[in-house]
């Protein structure tokens, strides 16, 4: 959300969360307008190729000209159809990408294909230092904690940032 917020507001951003589904394109469905699949008939098997061109086409025209980008958490969930329409969408100069994948998940070739040709920047991220949770922790809570309590949060998330956040805001 940090990286999203210091966007330009000249930018379109489009959030998406995968999960495994064998649903096709699922995780954007909630980028979707009812007309994107007007042309369909209620039980006949989707037509990928048509789907992918659809959400495409409708995704650029939501970005009204601006820059769009697309940030996916947990890409690595993604079912081949919606990888296949994030590294159109690349190619094309049409958006670009900002994705997510959790260490020590097996990522799947088409999503690592994507920042080894270049696509994406791939970037490890390190388990945060006591020192960072604290000065997290200290901007969530608006004060700094005291040693035992640092010492406490720090073994509990052992420096992961999403289960720091958990403890913090819930």
Known sequence: AGVLAALPPSTAVQRVVATRSPV????????????????????????????????????????????????VDDAHLLDDASVSLLDQLARSGEARLLLTVRAGEPCPASIAALWRDEWCA?????????????ELAAAVLGRWLEQASLDRLFAACNGNPMLLRELLVD
Do not use: C, Y
């Open 24 to 71: 096709p394109f699922a995780a954007f469905a909630h980028l979707l307008h009812d007309d994107d699949a007007a042309d369909r008939a209620p039980l006949e098997p989707p037509n990928l190729l048509g789907m992918l061109r659809r959400i495409r086409a409708g995704l650029v025209a939501q970005a009204e000209g601006r820059v769009l980008v697309l940030a």
């Open 122 to 134: 791939h970037l490890a991220l390190q388990p945060l230092s006591r020192h960072e949770i604290g």
